[in-house]
């Protein structure tokens, strides 16, 4: 998996790491999602600077923690879940659980404004994964 960090400096005793560069979501509508001008119509994951098109969990609304072995791999600081246009999609206690043990912090929100939090924070040295449910 690529790292989205691709370039460190040393700046005194300072290590400053940036991205070269960064996924950008387009639009979202439901159903619908445009990363990067490609358009994906199934649930995706972007990891770095990789989009998994076609993710499928175990148990269809329901997210385990099987379901983010990719994201519990690549170990980013922040995952951030879109639960669905309505945040129908629930998140398992385990999956919650796994994610505590691994440091990664979570925050589950609807995917519209998960996509608006992804787009904010990937401009940022917050190396941050996301989760994205397209319907529901």
């Given amino acids: ?4 960090w691709v370039r460190s ?7 400053f790491q940036a991205r070269i560069a960064e996924v950008h979501i387009d639009s979202y ?7 990067d001008g490609v358009e ?8 770095g600077n990789s989009v998994q098109a076609n993710w499928w969990r175990k148990q269809g609304h329901l997210l385990s923690a099987e379901d983010l ?6 170990k ?6 879109g639960c669905g246009a309505s945040g129908l999609m629930k998140i398992s206690d385990e999956a919650r659980h796994v994610l505590m043990e691994e440091g990664i912090q979570l925050e589950a929100v609807d995917t ?8 904010e924070l990937s401009q ?3 190396n941050v994964a996301a989760a994205l449910h397209l319907t529901c």
């Fill in 1 to 4: 998996m690529d790292s989205p």
């Fill in 9 to 15: 400096s040393l700046v005194g005793d300072n290590v």
């Fill in 29 to 35: 509508q439901f159903g619908k999602i445009v990363i």
């Fill in 40 to 47: 994906y119509s199934s649930d995706c994951i972007i990891l």
């Fill in 69 to 74: 072995q990719p994201i519990i791999t690549a």
């Fill in 76 to 81: 980013p600081s922040l995952l951030i879940v």
């Fill in 112 to 119: 519209a404004k998960a996509v608006e939090r992804f787009n």
């Fill in 124 to 126: 940022t040295s917050v």
